[in-house]
């Protein structure tokens, strides 16, 4: 992604953080002062959203291998695990609390209708998360960012929540005008799922941020020795690109390489398929190898427009 591309992109993500912010400090205020606990475990929601996007912002440094050379890409900090930590401990006492506080409320029986601002709140809250969810998914897409499937599943996440939230505060409410004192229960078992939702969000955030990084790492590493592996066959020039992706227990890897472009087909694929059967041999939990072979093109200042008599012989190298 360019730098043009990267602009619109991080400015979306950037302004997510603060809405999930200003959604969590509005949602949590109102549900207090107007006792809806389901419009507070909706706050802590969109303040776990607000974290993921941070920790998923403030990525580690990591080892990429360009042009024959590793380099170290993403502007991210060494402190990413314990800013992570931190906050899910944050969130994970708010949530079971919030889960300790809606069961001690079902189970006494003396539940509070939320007032009617609490349902104004919501509505707005909703309204506000859909349309920055189409401001940055437009943004996401223009730019073609990696982050756009994260975006998706983040946003399906917390519209469950807020339509929980939503049923609850209004169900609470519509008890209190019909005289029906079992719709006061929905806001808080609604409060108990959402804060149920938190705990999950959490669990994802630290295994998603703690070990993701050594799963990063041992996969760069299987790549470079994967990329090793095949340039040392017999005929290939380089490796232009190697993807390695784990399935299960297993590892598929896809590949470009580049040949002499003077070979025939037939040689061509005589390399590919020996560089296939060196890598599922060397490394067992390999399931399955692709590789797409390329004539190799030195480019300007090398490529001549000469061709001398037995240009047109075929060569393969050794």
Not at 47 to 58: Q, Y
Not at 62 to 88: C, V
Not at 177 to 182: A, F, G, S
Request: aromatic residues 6%; contains cysteine; glycine residues 8%.
């Amino acid at each position: 992604m360019s730098r043009e591309q990267a602009v619109p992109a991080n400015s979306a993500v950037w302004l997510g953080i603060a809405n999930h912010i200003v959604l969590a400090v509005f949602k949590g205020t109102v549900g207090l002062l107007f006792d809806s606990k389901a419009l507070l475990a909706g706050g802590l929601h969109s303040a776990a959203d607000g974290a993921a996007l941070v920790c998923g912002k403030l990525k580690l440094p990591r080892q990429t291998k360009r042009n024959g050379e590793f380099r170290q890409s993403g502007a991210g900090k060494a402190g990413e695990p314990l800013l992570a930590i931190f906050l899910s401990v944050f969130l994970l006492m708010g949530s079971l609390q919030m889960g300790i506080s809606s069961i001690g409320e079902i189970s006494q029986g003396e539940i509070a209708p939320p007032g009617a601002l609490a349902g104004v709140a919501i509505v707005i809250s909703i309204a506000l998360q859909e349309a920055l969810f189409q401001y940055q998914y437009r943004q996401l897409r223009r730019s073609k960012s990696e982050q756009l499937q994260t975006l998706v599943e983040s946003h399906r996440h917390s519209l469950y929540a807020s339509v929980a939230v939503l049923i609850g505060v209004f169900g609470a409410m519509t008890g209190q005008e019909m005289e029906v004192p079992l719709l006061l229960y929905l806001d808080p078992v609604a409060s108990l799922l959402v804060s149920v939702m938190v705990l999950w969000r959490v669990y994802r955030m630290i295994l998603g941020t703690v070990y993701g990084s050594l799963i990063s790492d041992t996969q760069e590493e299987d790549a470079s020795l994967f990329i090793e592996t095949v340039q040392r066959v017999h005929g290939v020039i380089t490796v232009d690109e190697l993807k390695a992706k784990e399935n299960g227990h297993y590892v598929t890897v896809t590949a470009r390489i580049s040949v002499n472009p003077r070979i025939t087909v037939l040689e061509a694929n005589e390399i590919a398929t020996r560089a296939k059967v060196l890598l599922m041999t060397r490394f067992s939990h390999i399931s399955e190898v692709s590789i797409q072979v390329l004539p190799y093109d030195p480019g300007y200042p090398y490529k001549s427009n000469f061709e001398g008599p037995s240009d047109d012989l075929p060569t393969l190298l050794q």
